[in-house]
């Protein structure tokens, strides 16, 4: 069973820059694109931003692109998500899952919450 553990999460001042963990376990990691998406209050969970297998490819959402940056350790089973620049609108809870369109495929994690405040 497939299981996603996220972490880094935290409150943090405007223009901080955090780095979320995934560590996948389950599945062999290498095989799958992966992706983290986040749900901000009141909103619905939304694709941030993608990877492929082997890193050679992201995908970033407007809101995200030249502030974010995902990547992975296939040998740690992780994904990453460097996210700089932070504002206000970044707060959310952080999930990272296995693309299917702009949804996930496999179960959800706890993600981690990010609270951007001054």
């Known amino acids: 069973q497939v299981q996603l553990v996220e972490s880094g999460g935290g409150l943090v001042q405007p223009g901080g820059s955090p780095r979320l963990s995934c560590v996948v376990s389950?599945?062999?990691?290498?095989?799958?694109?992966l992706g983290w998406f986040r749900q901000a209050p009141g909103k619905e969970r939304e694709l941030t931003a993608t990877i492929s297998t082997s890193g050679g490819t992201t995908y970033y959402a407007e809101s995200v692109k030249g502030r974010f940056t995902i990547s992975r350790d296939n040998a740690k089973s992780t994904v990453y998500l460097q996210m700089n620049s932070l504002q206000l609108d970044d707060t959310a809870v952080y999930y990272c899952?296995?693309?299917?369109?702009?949804?996930?495929?496999?179960?959800w994690g706890q993600g981690t919450q990010v609270t951007v405040s001054s």
């Open positions: 899952n296995r693309p299917s369109g702009y949804g996930g495929s496999w179960p």
């Open positions: 389950g599945r062999t990691f290498s095989s799958y694109n």
